[in-house]
């Protein structure tokens, strides 16, 4: 079974710090997303990486950025957390294949509050 | 273009009863469709996926769905609703147009009464 781990379940930080969220999978996919998850606003894509070093900008990557350096590990940072970046992060990963039929696999999650 | 609907809300049944969860989607090319599931605080679940294969699919936790391309739906079905069942389930619409273009439905909250 494919696994993504995401590193934090619950997360709180203050306005202005820098945050991490880490996540990893066991498969060797070459896809992996981050999404944010609103209530009203469904699931939202944030960056998509297709390879090491590989991104697209999703839907909304304004105050996020992302890496790559290992194909199992893709990160999300926010390089100065704002209170309205405070959501459920989803991380998933699929294998290649231009709009293949493989699934996303997700991640649990991780709850950020930034106050 | 592609979208994907998911007609209700909210559904509430009875343990033990029929479930069906309603899913329009549209699309210019041919589609892979999935069906998800999210428990509270939790990530999403793949529950089934058409893929071009049979139209009739069945998923885990004895889910099934029917593809019809005539009326563009793909519903989601269960013949007797458990406890365990209520969650939020999501309509996923997938083509070949890009591998980052996934399309998600606004999701629909499956409650189960006693």
């Known amino acids: 079974d494919v696994k993504v781990t995401q590193s934090s379940r619950y997360l709180v930080k203050r306005t202005g710090e820098k945050v991490f969220l880490e996540c990893v999978q066991d498969m060797d996919h070459e896809n992996m997303f981050w999404y944010r998850q609103d209530p009203g606003l469904g699931l939202r894509l944030i960056y998509f990486?297709?390879?090491?070093?590989?991104?697209e900008k999703g839907d909304i990557p304004e105050g996020y950025s992302v890496s790559r350096e290992k194909k199992e590990r893709f990160s999300l940072i926010l390089e100065s957390a704002s209170t309205n970046q405070t959501s459920m992060y989803l991380c998933?990963?699929?294998?290649?294949?231009?709009?293949?039929?493989?699934?996303?696999?997700f991640g649990n999650g991780t709850r950020l509050t930034v106050t | 273009a592609q979208s994907v609907t998911q007609l209700d809300s909210h559904v509430s049944v009875s343990e033990g009863t029929p479930v069906l969860l309603r899913c329009n989607y549209s699309?210019?090319?041919?589609?892979?469709l999935f069906w998800y599931v999210q428990h509270p605080n939790k990530g999403l679940q793949l529950l089934l996926k058409y893929t071009s294969a049979a139209t009739l699919v069945k998923g885990i936790n004895g889910f099934e769905a029917e593809f019809k391309k005539s009326e563009t739906s793909f519903h989601l079905t269960k013949p007797s609703a458990h406890m365990s069942d209520a969650a939020e389930y999501f309509c996923?619409?997938?083509?070949?147009?890009?591998?980052?273009?996934?399309?998600f439905g606004s999701g629909t909250r499956l409650s189960i009464r006693p």
């Open positions: 998933a990963s699929s294998p290649r294949g231009r709009g293949s039929d493989s699934p996303l696999h």
């Open positions: 699309s210019s090319y041919s589609p892979s």
């Open positions: 990486s297709y390879d090491v070093k590989m991104k």
């Open positions: 996923v619409v997938r083509t070949y147009s890009s591998a980052s273009k996934i399309i």
